[in-house]
C-alpha cells in the first residue's frame, strides 16, 4: 500500500510530462532538464507507488492501466500547485504588514522621517515601527526587521549592504560665533567651548588622530544622546561635530574648519537573512535602500 506521506509529489509533474510526450526525451524537453533525470524520477515513482507506470513500444511510453489510472488526479495536482504559485505572485504584488526598523537617534530623527513618509504614502498597506537603538544584537534577537546602522555586521545569519558613506563635520551655532568668533584651525579648537561625548569615546579618539591632546575634561558640556547632542551645538553651547547630511538643514549651525581632514561613516542597512525574502520586508529593504543612497551621495 502507498504511503501518502513519503510520496515525493514533485515526481508527479514529471510523469505528466512523459504522459504528454509519450517519451522521456520528448519530455525532457518541455521541462528543460535531462533525460536521465526524467529516467529517474520515473523509476522513484514507480518504487513509491509500487506499481508500473509506463509500457516501451516500437512508439514510445504508454501508460498502463495503473498508468492511466492516476492521470486525473495528477492533473488536479498540478492544477493546485498553479493556484498556490497564483496565490504567492498576489501576494508578492501586495506587500502588506507591519515593519520595525532600527536606527541610531541622528538617524532616526534626521534622515528616516521624509524616507518613511514616502514608503507609507507609496506602499498605504504597509505599517512602519520606528525603534532608536545602536546595538545590532536587536536583530538577532528579532527585535527590529531591519536596522541602520554605521559598522558592518560580522554575524553570518545577517545581510548587510553598504549605502555610502556620511561625512562628520564641525560646527557651531551662529550665535556662538558671532559671540566667540569660529576656530580658524584644529589648533584653535582648544581655545573654545567644546560639546563631548560622555561614555562614548570615539570623539577624543578622532580628535586625538588629528594630533590634539584632548581628554575628557576638555570638554564644557558632554552626552552620548545624539539628538541632544545636535540641540545643544545649535543653542550655543560650543564647537561639536554632526553629520554633514544634518547640519547643511540647520541654517543656525555654521560647519567651521571644512577643509579639515574629514571623518566618514559607513552606512549599512542590514537585515536577518530568514526574513529578507518577505515581500513586505523586501519592500522596504528596497525603498531604504534607494532612497538613503540617494541622500547620502549628497551629503
Sequence with gaps: MMDAEKVDWSLFRSFLAVVDAGSLLGAAKRLGTHQPTLTRHMAELESQLGVTLFERTGRGLIPTASGRAIIDSARQMATSAQAVQASLDRAKATATGTVRIAASEVVAAHLLPGCITGLIGKHPSIEVELVTSNQISNLLRREADIAVRMVRPTQTNLIARKLGELPIGLYVSRDYALAHGAPASLSDLQDHALVGLDKDDSLIRALRR???SIDREDFAVRTDHQVAYIELV?????????PRAVGRTMPDLLEVLSDA???????WLV???EIHDSPVIRTVFD??????SGALQGA
Excluded: K, M, N
Excluded at 545649535?234 to 554632526?242: D, E, H, N, Q, Y
Excluded at 525603498?287 to 538613503?292: F, H
Design 210 to 212: 588629528h594630533g590634539l
Design 234 to 242: 545649535r543653542s550655543g553651547a560650543g564647537v561639536g561635530v554632526a
Design 261 to 267: 581632514p574629514a571623518t566618514v561613516l559607513p552606512v
Design 271 to 273: 537585515v536577518h537573512q
Design 287 to 292: 525603498y531604504l535602500s534607494d532612497y538613503l
